[in-house]
C-alpha cells in the first residue's frame, strides 16, 4: 500500500468583502456568530445570484475572520477560470446588498428562513442557524443613506 494524495488546482475569480462594522453586530448579545455570519453569507449570495441573474451553480462563497476578528466574505465563481462573476458582485456591491434585503424578505416566520429566501441544497448543514431577520438586520446596517 502506498499514501498518495490527489489534488486539483481550481483557478477562478474571488471577491472578498470586509465590512468592520459587523465585528460588533456578529458578537452582539443574543446573536451566535455563526447564525449572524452564515444568514449574512446566504442573503448575500442569494443577492447576488438574483442581481446577475446567476444560477445556484455559478457563484459560491465562504466566511471567515480577519486577524482583527472582522468577518471576511469571500465569493467566488464555480467556473474553472472564472466568469467575471465574483468582480462584478463586487463592482455592484450596493446592489447586491440591496437585492440580499430583498431576500430576507420572505414570508416565512421570523427568525427563521426557508427554501424560498436563505436555504439551498448547499448550504443545508446551516440550515438550523440560518435567521432572515438577522441577516436583514446585519444587511441593513451596511447600506449608508441615499
Known sequence: LERLDLGHRFKSDISEFEFPPLRDLVR??????????????????????RLLLLGEGDLNGLVYYDDQGVPVFALYDEVP???????????????????????????????????????SYRNQEHHEALDRTVAREILRSLLPPR
Open 28 to 49: 452582539g448579545p443574543g446573536v451566535r456568530p455563526e447564525t449572524a455570519n452564515q444568514s449574512t453569507l446566504a442573503a448575500f449570495l442569494e443577492g447576488a445570484r
Open 81 to 119: 477560470g472564472g466568469a467575471g462573476l465574483a468582480r462584478e458582485s463586487y463592482e455592484r456591491v450596493r446592489e447586491v446588498i440591496e437585492e440580499a434585503v430583498r431576500v430576507c424578505d420572505c414570508t416565512c416566520g421570523e427568525h427563521s428562513s426557508c427554501y424560498g429566501c436563505l436555504r
